[in-house]
């Protein structure tokens, strides 16, 4: 061991710039091991506590904005259902951006608080249960609001929030919480603190090729298979985008 590591230390005195240029790529190759390992371990670990995991998939028809969110144009969902007879279920999800929120018209708004507008289909295909309220078999109606549990205590403190009032966004749009979703503490590339009911998509509404949406299908029992076959503008109908985390 002694004449080993004497070796080694008179090797590096003799050539300093070699041995530094080996010691650098070997510590950079273990670093990016770990990281690489780090990155399979929580792309592999993320939403498997959702019921039928494997069978949930994202897609993604907009390759301009990969991140967190598969975006694609607001019609895929209807398509996917009509025409994909191997997808289950599908379920669209908005995430505009930040808005306000007030618990009054009077009250200061929360600035910066991040919805989801989901379709109903959406507690079909992601098991989400309620901790408090019970969360709407068809999905929420008009005018009705899911919290988390910290978004829950944020705006209302202790007070139950069940049947509260929710004032959402700069036009103040009223919607009425009915369930606080269980906290879970899972990795999962969703972050749902505010659901509120997404409006049906139709040709008329649906002005962009691709939108802030994400679209999750839940497969049967056989893998689907979803051929990319052009619209009349000449651009794809649904290319399959397998991403599982965030990020």
């Given at each position: 061991?002694?004449?080993?590591?004497?070796?080694?230390?008179?090797?590096?005195?003799?050539?300093?710039?070699?041995?530094?240029?080996?010691?650098?790529?070997?510590?950079?190759?273990?670093?990016?091991?770990?990281?690489?390992?780090?990155?399979?371990?929580?792309?592999?670990?993320?939403?498997?506590?959702?019921?039928?995991?494997?069978?949930?998939?994202?897609?993604?028809?907009?390759?301009?904005?990969?991140?967190?969110?598969?975006?694609?144009?607001?019609?895929?969902?209807?398509?996917?259902?009509?025409?994909?007879?191997?997808?289950?279920?599908?379920?669209?999800?908005?995430?505009?951006?930040?808005?306000?929120?007030?618990?009054?018209?009077?009250?200061?708004?929360?600035?910066?608080?991040?919805?989801?507008?989901?379709?109903?289909?959406?507690?079909?295909?992601?098991?989400?249960?309620?901790?408090?309220?019970?969360?709407?078999?068809?999905?929420?109606?008009?005018?009705?609001?899911?919290?988390?549990?910290?978004?829950?205590?944020?705006?209302?403190?202790?007070?139950?929030?069940?049947?509260?009032?929710?004032?959402?966004?700069?036009?103040?749009?009223?919607?009425?919480?009915?369930a606080?979703?269980?906290?879970?503490?899972?990795?999962?590339?969703?972050?749902?603190?505010?659901?509120?009911?997404?409006?049906?998509?139709?040709?008329?509404?649906s002005?962009?090729?691709?939108?802030?949406?994400?679209?999750?299908?839940?497969?049967?029992?056989t893998?689907?298979?979803?051929?990319?076959?052009?619209?009349?503008?000449?651009?794809?109908?649904?290319?399959?985008?397998p991403?599982s985390?965030?990020?």
């Amino acid at each position: 061991m002694n004449k080993t590591v004497k070796t080694t230390l008179r090797q590096f005195l003799k050539y300093p710039a070699f041995s530094l240029i080996n010691l650098g790529g070997l510590s950079i190759g273990i670093a990016a091991s770990f990281i690489l390992l780090i990155y399979a371990h929580r792309e592999f670990n993320t939403d498997r506590h959702f019921r039928d995991a494997d069978r949930i998939a994202r897609i993604g028809t907009d390759f301009f904005h990969m991140g967190p969110f598969a975006f694609s144009q607001p019609m895929l969902r209807p398509l996917l259902k009509a025409t994909c007879k191997d997808a289950e279920d599908a379920t669209s999800i908005d995430a505009p951006g930040s808005t306000e929120v007030r618990t009054s018209q009077q009250d200061r708004a929360f600035k910066e608080q991040y919805p989801y507008y989901v379709d109903s289909s959406f507690f079909r295909i992601f098991s989400y249960t309620a901790e408090k309220g019970a969360i709407p078999a068809e999905g929420l109606a008009p005018g009705e609001a899911i919290l988390s549990p910290d978004y829950a205590e944020r705006y209302f403190g202790k007070e139950d929030p069940i049947g509260k009032t929710l004032y959402v966004g700069k036009e103040m749009k009223p919607y009425k919480v009915v369930a606080i979703l269980h906290q879970g503490f899972e990795k999962s590339h969703l972050r749902p603190r505010l659901l509120l009911p997404r409006p049906y998509d139709t040709l008329e509404s649906s002005t962009n090729w691709a939108s802030c949406s994400t679209a999750s299908v839940k497969k049967s029992s056989t893998p689907p298979t979803i051929v990319p076959s052009p619209t009349p503008n000449g651009r794809p109908r649904a290319i399959p985008y397998p991403s599982s985390s965030n990020p």
